[in-house]
């Protein structure tokens, strides 16, 4: 089984401030980590991934999160947020899952965490 | 333009009728997701598909069936045994399996009334 815990549900941050989005993972296979951001009425759109390598990864608009493999957790930074960061972050995990001979791609998502960047 | 186009993006019903969404994407990607959102509850997976004619039920099935005859096309149905169907229903695909980003469709918002 795998699952995504998203540690705080609301973040308010002053603009130019640094921000942190928590997640904490857990999965009995290998995994492969996500974020992703989502404006209000839209889809998903990808801002970064870890697939292996370096634990520090850098993705859009200024966004970095660190792999910790023996914490399990995968959180989200930005060094100064502005006002067109504020959005809902989604967490996932990606792993295989074997079933009936077919091995699938089972992607689990968190609860999000509202970012809501003020003036 | 390539991508995952969600049909409706509103959709309203009357308790009790079933109701499908439409997913395609030309992507010609293998998996296929239907996720359903809530108000502080994240994205939860109702269905997954890896391949043409098979599918695995996510945390969240009951109450809902899909199909996958086309690699392009993954449709949900939201069937009347599904208690609490108003929601943000989302559609992804992705090419390979886990280690690949998925793409995201506009969403379909469904209220029952």
């Known amino acids: 089984a795998q699952s995504v815990t998203q540690l705080d549900s609301q973040v308010p941050v002053f603009e130019e401030a640094p921000v942190e989005l928590r997640c904490n993972y857990s999965s009995s296979v290998s995994v492969y980590l996500f974020w992703y951001v989502q404006y209000p009425n839209q889809g998903l759109q990808l801002l970064l991934k870890?697939?292996?390598?370096?634990?520090l990864v850098k993705g859009i608009n200024g966004f970095e999160a660190e792999f910790n493999k023996s914490q399990t957790s995968f959180h989200l930074r930005k060094p100064s947020v502005h006002i067109s960061d504020t959005a809902e972050y989604f967490c996932a995990v990606s792993g295989d899952i074997n079933a009936g001979g077919t091995s699938y791609g089972k992607l689990t998502f968190g609860q999000g965490t509202i970012l809501t960047v003020h003036p | 333009d390539g991508g995952i186009t969600q049909s409706p993006k509103y959709l309203f019903r009357k308790e009790g009728q079933n109701v499908t969404l439409s997913c395609e994407q030309n992507?010609?990607?293998?998996?296929m997701y239907w996720y359903r959102q809530d108000p502080g509850q994240g994205l939860r997976l109702i269905y997954y598909?890896?391949?043409?004619?098979?599918?695995q039920k996510g945390d969240i099935a009951e109450g809902y069936s899909v199909s996958r005859e086309k690699k392009e096309s993954f449709p949900l149905t939201v069937t009347s045994a599904q208690k609490n169907p108003t929601a943000f229903y989302l559609c992804?695909?992705?090419?390979?399996?886990?280690?690949?980003?998925?793409?995201f469709g506009q969403g379909t918002r469904l209220t029952v009334v």
């Open positions: 870890y697939l292996s390598g370096s634990t």
């Open positions: 598909s890896q391949i043409v004619n098979d599918f």
């Open positions: 992804a695909s992705r090419l390979g399996r886990s280690n690949t980003e998925a793409f």
């Open positions: 992507l010609n990607h293998d998996a």
